[in-house]
């Protein structure tokens, strides 16, 4: 199941602005956190993982193969964008099946692949109801569920924690962790707490190039105190870094 992502010297830009300039990085098992200040390109690096985006130059490889070979080499992602747009008068378990469906899985399989699926997201008992009638938490865990129905190789989330209260944040994170311990898992966030509690390694995203990639540690090493500020060490060494770049485009 294990498998990588290598992204080789990715560069996109958008009309008469450059998005990204010459990203590269790998992203291996476990949960790597994809930081980065609004407007720094974290979506439009993973709109090109996942083949949602076209870069200018450079390649994005999963598993030995090309994301822009098309379908064979997107089945191996599970993707869930920010704020995914779920119809409300479906059934949980409908809409699971139905993701199945899309993602090629064998119907012979698509029953124990949708019950596999919503046990692994702690959602099981969500079935039979109609998803107007869910939590915030509740509806993010299902987002997941259609997510990994097709067992992806990798699974790259897009802020899957934003507008969580810190009970549905806890719920989530849970199930993120359980991902990572299974295969390579991008979670793109600006929550540093999710960060510390979930990330083995982080990849810094500034001014559309990579700043930092590494173990969490090895970021937060580098400032040993807040230096009185309100943050953790961590929390000091990224703002630190990230302002050394000129902050925020």
């Known amino acids: 199941m294990t498998s990588t992502v290598e992204v080789r010297d990715l560069s996109f830009s958008h009309r008469r602005r450059q998005v990204l300039t010459g990203i590269s990085c790998t992203i291996g098992p476990g949960v ?3 930081l980065g200040p609004n407007g720094a390109g974290k979506t439009t690096l993973i709109k090109c993982m996942v083949g949602l985006a076209r870069p200018r130059q450079g390649q994005v490889i999963i598993g030995g ?8 080499a997107q089945a191996l992602i599970g993707y869930v964008p920010q704020n995914p747009s779920l119809p409300g008068l479906a059934k949980v378990r409908d809409l699971v099946a139905y993701a ?10 698509a029953d124990e692949a949708v019950e596999a699926a919503l046990e692994k997201m702690q959602a099981l008992d969500l079935g039979p109801l109609r998803i107007r009638t869910l ?16 067992e992806p190789r ?5 802020e899957p924690t934003v507008g969580l209260d810190p009970g549905q944040r806890l719920k989530v994170r849970e199930v993120i962790r359980q991902l990572g311990a299974e295969r390579p898992v ?21 001014n559309g190039k990579i ?10 090493v580098t400032r040993a105190i807040s230096d009185g500020r309100p943050g953790s060490p961590f929390e000091c ?9 000129g902050g925020a485009e």
């Open 237 to 245: 060494a990224y703002d630190d870094l990230i302002m050394s770049f």
């Open 154 to 158: 990798i699974v790259i989330l897009d």
């Open 65 to 72: 193969r090309h994301v822009s070979d098309g379908k064979a």
């Open 186 to 206: 991008l979670l793109s966030t600006h929550l540093t707490e999710d960060v510390e509690h979930l990330a083995d390694a982080v990849a810094v995203l500034a």
């Open 135 to 150: 939590s915030g938490g509740q509806r993010q865990r299902v987002a997941l569920a259609a997510g990994i129905v097709h």
């Open 211 to 220: 700043r930092y990639q590494g173990p969490l540690a090895g970021l937060a």
């Open 100 to 109: 199945a469906w899309l993602s090629g899985v064998d119907g012979a399989r």
């Open 32 to 34: 790597t956190a994809l």
